[in-house]
């Protein structure tokens, strides 16, 4: 039996350059783990059997969890069961990548439980298969990220931020959300100028996504407004929401309907699983 935390992440800056002949666009990313976690067990089995904490998440092929599994299956011709549990913590349709972390996750995992027979490159190419977001959680927790979100460049650490993460209770979806883009609407910045004011003390905090999240249901600006009333000194939308980041050791006041979670960034070290204690 292996138990794994599945940890969440932010977009420190999206910003989008392209729709692509695919239809998916191209973009350019500063992505962040941070300390918000599911929880997940595995154990081989007889037949594969994903349960969940939460009864509203679907555990059939749709989750993310099982395409891992197969994706892996397929790669490596192996023949074996998997039993899976989710304790899920993460909120979902928030754009903090959980069904994405779970994923990646599930691709470490299994190659934990076959003793590291294939090395991290591989898992992180296959990843890119079933998902935009999966390969940046088998980054070490920071990077830079582009093409469809799937090519990474691990970075340095950020200097370290205190956080919450303010979910509103209603979700989006990412295809939703990148349908009502207006191409005409994108931020005109040089991303990897950008990266580099996050480490020389000029961070430019901006997501493409948050103009049209906004125009489906505009009560999420007047949530941003509230939140930046609170004085933090950034409050963004991460990915393609509805969650909100909120930098600062202040404490927010409640908004109804809006859940909040302190967090902080963590880090993986070389060879290891994201752990609870890492930084
Ligand atoms: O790759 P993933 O399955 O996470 O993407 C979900 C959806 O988000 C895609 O079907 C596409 O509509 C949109 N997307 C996109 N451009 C990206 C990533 C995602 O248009 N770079």
């Known amino acids: 039996m292996l138990q794994l935390i599945s940890p969440a992440k932010i977009n420190l800056f999206l910003q989008i350059l392209r729709r692509r002949v695919d239809g998916y666009h191209d973009l350019a990313s500063l992505f962040q783990t ?11 089995a007889e037949q594969d059997e994903l349960t969940c904490s939460d009864a509203c998440l679907p555990t059939d092929s749709s989750n993310l969890i099982i395409k891992a ?15 899976v549990h989710l304790e899920k913590h993460i909120p979902y349709e928030a754009g903090l990548g959980g069904g994405s972390s779970n994923a990646a996750t599930t691709l470490w ?40 979100g799937e090519i990474i460049n691990s970075l340095n650490p950020l200097p370290k931020e205190s956080l919450w993460i303010a979910k509103p209770a209603q979700g989006l979806s990412t295809p939703t959300v990148f349908k009502h883009l207006d191409l005409t609407q994108l931020s005109l910045h040089d991303p990897e100028r950008t990266l580099i004011g996050f480490y020389n003390g000029r961070p ?4 493409d996504l948050e103009e049209p999240a906004f125009r489906i249901d505009p009560a999420l600006h007047h949530i941003k407004q509230q939140l930046m009333e609170m004085g933090f000194h950034a409050v963004l939308m ?6 909100f980041y909120c930098l600062g050791s202040k404490t927010p006041y409640q908004i109804p309907g ?17 752990s609870q204690i890492s930084i």
Not at 34 to 44: A, E, K, Q, V, W
Not at 204 to 207: A, I, R
Not at 238 to 243: D, H
């Open 34 to 44: 941070i300390s918000l976690y599911d929880h997940l067990t595995f154990s081989f």
């Open 69 to 83: 599994v197969d994706l892996f299956r397929r790669k490596t011709g192996l023949k074996f069961g998997l039993k």
């Open 109 to 148: 995992a299994l190659n934990e439980l076959h003793s590291r027979a294939y090395p991290l490159q591989d898992l992180m190419t296959w990843s890119a298969e079933i998902g935009s977001d999966i390969t940046f959680f088998l980054s070490n927790g920071t990077a830079y990220c582009t093409g469809r």
């Open 204 to 207: 430019l905090y901006y997501n």
């Open 238 to 243: 991460t990915g393609s929401g509805t969650a």
């Open 258 to 274: 809006v859940t909040f979670y302190p967090a902080t960034f963590i880090r993986r070290q070389p060879g290891q699983w994201y």
